[in-house]
């Protein structure tokens, strides 16, 4: 009979996860799960509440990407109002959610994956966070810190504070960016770009380095699916939604976020309340696929700003056209993070940011509507349907971390395969099955509306159901 190993907590990431691998007689590794055993609910507390409170309301599903839903559930918003959002109040949200994008990507990369990438997978783990960071490598984590700031700072000038703003509405958005705003932002872009083109340097000075990790940390075929702009562009915002097979062809362009269910279904797994999306059109598990950074850099044919536009052409000769390796969400993070610097410096310096209507008024004009935009994680959705009073009836919420989780599931089992071969579990193997999961810099907080703190549990399990081996992190 086989054995299983219980890693729990899963540490670094945002929520609770476990992972859990079962052996064979032999001590092979026969498969591996990531489960995810926390509940928030928020689909079904929402029910009964004014379409106009789901974008502040739903912003607290999450401290670390609260403008992703503030943004979508205004979108959707937008769909039952059917309204046309002034061009003034998009520049705005565009800008926020850029803001964003490089807040949430500093986080991951500098301070959530940096102890890992720029201190070594087998470091000491006393001194593997980031803390130990900030003393052997001063720098970077000053440069980290300082990086996110500036996301957070512009977030904050626009909605009034850093972590849930309830600026977005259905229609537009609340009020304009000052004067004062927009040259504290000018002022500070400078540096951002800079620290942009550090990360990116020590990223491509490391990556060869890594090239075990490149080989078994989730590299295997899999779909894509993101937005993109309708001349093919890196896109956060507006655009279509595409999906790619694992060699680059187009399977769809250009879905309407109203019809997400013809080409997305939602299975459950009965050990993890995280959904496991899957492209209808293949079945499930067959259509699994990937959202975020590497699947939005595969998904676009360029970024369209200069910098991040010669950073994706190093990156495909360096990875290929289409990159499927996981390890490789890290520095598709980084180019993301040059482009939203310079997209911010785009619209800083445009004299039209903000100018005009900010807010479209309307009343209830449909009965649901479907809002989509990217999240630094991946492609989010917020379905709502309400009544004619504008109380909304249902909601629906498919998150980035969720549409990742079939190929979570996939990398935990690839990397207990290339590392595991026996009934214990040494320190720097449970470091790699959870640096497997960060590469997807997940959120279960968003993914299952969960409550509580994020621990991990790794248990390896044999073929009798006992419990061989477990290492936990509280």
């Known amino acids: 009979m086989g054995e299983r190993i219980l890693i729990d907590p899963v540490t670094r990431i945002e929520g609770h996860a476990k992972i859990s691998i079962h052996l064979n007689d032999d001590h092979s590794v026969a498969d591996a799960r990531f489960h995810v055993g926390e509940f928030r609910g928020f689909e079904k ?10 974008p502040g309301l739903t912003a607290r599903i999450c401290g670390i990407c609260p403008v992703s839903h503030l943004i979508a559930s205004a979108r959707a918003g937008d769909a039952i109002l059917a309204a046309t959002v ?41 001194r593997r966070n980031l803390l130990g960071l900030a003393v052997a490598d001063r720098e970077a984590a000053l440069r980290g810190i300082r990086l996110r700031q500036f996301g957070q700072e512009i977030i904050e000038l626009l909605g009034g504070k850093r972590i849930h703003p ?53 590299n295997f075929p899999t779909l894509y699916l993101g937005l993109v702009a309708a001349d093919g562009a890196w896109e956060h915002y507006g655009g279509r939604v595409r999906v790619l097979d694992a060699d680059g062809a ?14 997305i279904g939602e299975a459950v797994q009965p050990d993890s309340y995280l959904k496991s999306p899957y492209f209808r059109p293949l079945g499930h598990p067959g259509g699994m696929y990937r959202v975020g950074p590497l699947a939005r850099l595969n998904l676009c044919e360029r970024m369209g700003t200069p910098l991040a536009d010669a950073e994706l052409v190093e990156y495909r000769q360096r990875g290929g056209r289409i990159v499927s ?28 940011l903000g100018a005009g209507r900010l807010r479209a008024e309307a009343g209830i004009n449909a009965p649901g509507g479907v809002g989509v935009g990217e999240a630094p994680r991946g492609t989010l959705f917020h379905h709502y349907e309400v009544d004619e009073d504008g109380l909304v009836r249902s909601v629906n919420l498919i998150i980035a971390t969720g549409q990742n989780n079939l190929a979570m599931n996939a990398t935990v089992a690839q990397i207990a395969r290339r590392y595991i071969s026996g009934p214990a579990i040494p320190e720097g193997v449970l470091n790699r099955l959870e640096a497997g999961i960060r590469a997807f810099d997940p959120c279960l907080s968003c993914s299952t509306h969960a409550l509580g703190q994020m621990p991990m549990v790794v248990r390896l399990v044999g073929p009798d159901g006992s419990i061989l081996d477990e290492a936990r992190r509280d």
């Not at 998009?90 to 964003?100: D, I, S, V, Y």
């Not at 990507?105 to 994956?113: D, E, G, T, Y």
């Not at 993070?337 to 785009?346: C, D, N, P, Y």
């Open 166 to 218: 309830s600026w977005c509405v259905p229609g537009g958005v609340r009020s304009a960016l000052s004067s004062e705003g927009r040259a504290h932002i000018k002022a500070r872009l400078p540096e951002a770009k800079e620290a942009a083109r550090y990360a990116l340097d020590r990223m491509k000075g490391l990556i060869d380095t890594f090239s075990d990790e490149t080989a078994s940390f989730g």
């Open 45 to 54: 507390f929402c029910e009964g509440r004014p379409l106009w409170e789901m």
């Open 250 to 263: 187009v399977l769809v362009d250009g879905f309407e976020a109203g019809a997400y269910r013809e080409f």
């Open 86 to 126: 002034p061009p003034a109040a998009e520049q705005l949200r565009r800008l926020m959610n850029l803001a964003q994008i490089v807040q949430s990507h500093a986080l991951s990369f500098f301070h959530l994956s940096g102890p890992d990438l720029l201190l070594g997978f087998d470091a000491d783990p006393s």
């Open 325 to 352: 390796s996981s390890f490789w969400y890290h520095y598709a993070r980084l180019i993301e993070i040059m482009a939203g610097v310079e997209l911010i410096e785009r619209l800083i310096d445009d004299p039209g």
